[in-house]
């Protein structure tokens, strides 16, 4: 899926956001149809690239529907504010529980430069912020009409995060998924689990696949990066990944409950995850980038430190 965009089954079109100045980390996808949506929209500092990738497709100022999010992390949203101000008609859909941060987003700028730190100058940007009445906080079970008799079901679906949506093309079985199932992105031979804190939680994300397996979708799409096929397969994996990153992380926090440990534990355990390419020299620039080993064994470590406090709720009484 190397390039600015690519037609893919079904009327949708992968559009590389550049992330980072590199290609293949943060796909959005445009769904072609009367009323169009298009399906994440990267960082600020990279969204000039995929508003020029939709001109280039036709698409005027007046033409964009939807704005769908899958969770208002900045790799996914951050450029919320500049797509609307670019095609004034699009609402900006997004969970109901994260919404009010794209309306005034000065929380989630706050927030992210802490975690980010210098890569909020060089790689995210600020958010900015979206007219409230332009905003679509939604739920379970809400659905979006394309027009043409096309409609995309949105799925409430937490673990990675907890104002984490899904959106599901039923007539093409078409599955968004943005982080939930995890990441694979070019030299990447498998899934790997996305981790992060503060709000990943083991429970709610293995009964999130659980119910993406139950919809038996055609075709699954990362937002990091492309479809996965076959898509029952990859759910599968992804499903028996995040148990064996879960089961390593908890191992290492037994014996030292301390992120470095942890990071490095997992660091060894995962280490053939990505295949060094000389042809490409961003592959494990991408990984550190969006999964790195020390994030995601941070997510886990939290999840763990409020089990142990009792913070986090059994499986069975949720």
Same mark, same amino acid.
């Given at each position: 899926?190397?390039?600015?965009?690519?037609?893919?089954?079904?009327?949708?079109?992968?559009?590389?956001?550049?992330?980072a100045?590199?290609?293949?980390?943060?796909?959005?996808?445009?769904?072609?149809?009367?009323?169009?949506?298009?399906?994440?929209c990267?960082?600020?500092?990279?969204?000039?690239?995929?508003?020029?990738?939709?001109?280039?497709?036709?698409?005027?100022?007046d033409?964009?529907?939807?704005?769908?999010?899958?969770?208002?992390?900045?790799?996914?949203?951050?450029g919320?504010?500049?797509?609307?101000?670019?095609?004034?008609?699009?609402?900006?859909?997004?969970?109901?529980?994260?919404?009010?941060?794209?309306?005034?987003?000065?929380?989630?700028?706050?927030?992210?430069?802490?975690?980010?730190?210098?890569?909020m100058d060089?790689?995210?940007?600020?958010?900015?912020?979206?007219?409230?009445?332009?905003?679509?906080? =939604?739920? *379970?079970? !809400?659905?979006? &009409?394309?027009?043409?008799?096309? +409609? /995309?079901?949105?799925?409430?679906?937490?673990?990675? $995060?907890?104002?984490?949506?899904?959106?599901?093309d039923?007539?093409?079985?078409?599955?968004?998924?943005?982080?939930?199932?995890?990441?694979?992105?070019p030299?990447?031979?498998?899934?790997?689990?996305?981790?992060?804190?503060?709000?990943?939680?083991?429970?709610?994300?293995?009964?999130?696949?659980?119910?993406?397996?139950?919809?038996?979708?055609?075709?699954?799409?990362?937002?990091?990066?492309?479809?996965?096929?076959?898509?029952?397969?990859?759910?599968?994996e992804?499903?028996?990944?995040?148990?064996?990153?879960?089961?390593?992380?908890?191992?290492?926090?037994?014996?030292?409950?301390?992120?470095?440990?942890?990071?490095?534990?997992?660091?060894?355990?995962?280490?053939?995850?990505? =295949?060094? *390419?000389? !042809?490409?020299? &961003?592959?494990?620039?991408?990984? +550190? /980038?969006?999964?790195?080993?020390?994030?995601?064994? $941070?997510g886990?470590?939290?999840?763990?430190?409020?089990?142990?406090?009792?913070?986090?709720?059994?499986?069975?009484?949720?």
């Open positions: 899926m190397a390039g600015t965009t690519e037609a893919l089954p079904a009327g949708i079109r992968a559009i590389d956001t550049h992330t100045g590199m290609t293949q980390v943060t796909a959005g996808y445009l769904i072609e149809a009367p009323r169009p949506a298009l399906i994440e990267g960082p600020a500092l990279s969204v000039d690239n995929v508003i020029s990738a939709l001109r280039e497709l036709g698409m005027d100022p033409d964009l529907a939807y704005l769908v999010l899958s969770h208002i992390h900045l790799d996914h949203a951050g919320a504010g500049d797509v609307a101000a670019a095609f004034p008609n699009a609402h900006v859909v997004v969970s109901e529980v994260g919404a009010r941060h794209l309306v005034d987003p000065e929380k989630l700028n706050a927030s992210s430069r802490r975690v980010y730190g210098e890569l060089t790689v995210y940007g600020d958010c900015t912020p979206v007219e409230q009445p332009r905003v679509l906080g =939604v739920g *379970d079970g !809400d659905v979006l &009409d394309l027009g043409g008799g096309r +409609r /995309l079901d949105l799925l409430y679906t937490p673990g990675h $995060a907890k104002h984490h949506i899904s959106a599901f039923r007539d093409s079985g078409s599955l968004f998924v943005g982080d939930s199932v995890g990441v694979k992105m030299g990447m031979r498998v899934i790997r689990p996305a981790t992060p804190p503060p709000d990943f939680d083991l429970v709610l994300a293995q009964r999130t696949l659980t119910r993406y397996r139950g919809l038996a979708p055609a075709r699954v799409y990362l937002a990091h990066y492309g479809p996965v096929d076959p898509a029952d397969e990859a759910l599968a992804a499903s028996e990944r995040l148990a064996a990153w879960f089961e390593t992380a908890e191992a290492a926090w037994r014996e030292h409950s301390e992120l470095d440990h942890i990071a490095e534990t997992l660091a060894y355990r995962f280490a053939d995850d990505v =295949v060094p *390419d000389p !042809d490409d020299p &961003d592959a494990e620039r991408r990984v +550190r /980038l969006l999964s790195g080993f020390e994030s995601n064994a $941070a886990l470590m939290r999840y763990l430190d409020l089990r142990a406090e009792g913070r986090v709720t059994a499986a069975e009484d949720r």
